[in-house]
C-alpha cells in the first residue's frame, strides 16, 4: 500500500498535464465546436428570458413539483405541446475572462488524481510495475472524467456525439494521469 500523500507529485503532474490537454482540445483542435447549437432568433430568446430576471442555475420546463404532477393529464399535455427544455442560466459578463472556470477547472484535475491515487495506492506497493500502475490510476481517473458524462445524454437530452467527444477528451485525460503516476510511482 501507498499513501495518497505520498503520490502528491504526480497527482500535480497529471492535473497539469490534463489541463494543458483540456486547452489543446478546445483552443485548437476545436472538436468541440458543435456541441451546443444556436437558436434561429437568439436575440429574440435572450430579450424573452432576461425579462425573467433568472439567476444562475439550471431550469427544466415544464416543471412537476410532484410525482403526482407530473402524472396529470393537464402536465402531460404542456409537455406534449412543449417544447421541453433544460436551461442553463450562467452569470452575465465577458465570455473569454475564464479565469475562475479556469481555476475550478484544475481543482478538479487535482481532486480526481487525489483519487487515482488513493486507489492505485490501496491496490499496489512501492516499486509496482509501470503497466500495473498505469491501469489502475487511469482506470480511476477515467471514471473521473468521462463516465458521468453519459448522464447528460441519459436524462438532459444532451446529443450522443457530443457525449462521446467528451468521454474521449475523458479518456485522454485518464491516459495522462495513468503515465504520469506509472513514471512517478515511488
Not at 503497466?131 to 447528460?152: N, W
Request: aromatic share 12%; proline share 6%; charged share 15%.
Amino acid at each position: 500500500m501507498v499513501s495518497a500523500l505520498a503520490l502528491w507529485a504526480p497527482v500535480l503532474l497529471s492535473a497539469v498535464l490534463v489541463f494543458v490537454a483540456s486547452s489543446v482540445i478546445h483552443m485548437f483542435l476545436n472538436w468541440h465546436r458543435n456541441d451546443l447549437r444556436g437558436v434561429p432568433d437568439e436575440d429574440g430568446l435572450m430579450d424573452a428570458l432576461r425579462g425573467f430576471d433568472l439567476p444562475p442555475g439550471n431550469y427544466v420546463v415544464p416543471r412537476a413539483e410532484t410525482a403526482d404532477v407530473m402524472k396529470s393529464e393537464e402536465f402531460r399535455a404542456r409537455a406534449r405541446r412543449g417544447p421541453v427544455a433544460f436551461v442553463t442560466v450562467a452569470r452575465p459578463g465577458d465570455p473569454s475572462a475564464m479565469g475562475r472556470q479556469l481555476v475550478q477547472w484544475f481543482a478538479y484535475c487535482v481532486v480526481v488524481g487525489i483519487f487515482a491515487a488513493y486507489v492505485a495506492g490501496l491496490a499496489l506497493g512501492p516499486g509496482a510495475d509501470y503497466m500495473a500502475v498505469f491501469k489502475i490510476a487511469s482506470t480511476a481517473a477515467f471514471m473521473g472524467y468521462a463516465l458521468a458524462h453519459a448522464q447528460d445524454a441519459i436524462w438532459m437530452s444532451q446529443g450522443w456525439p457530443a457525449t462521446a467527444r467528451s468521454m474521449f477528451d475523458g479518456l485522454i485525460y485518464a491516459l495522462l494521469t495513468g503515465g504520469a503516476f506509472g513514471w512517478l510511482w515511488p
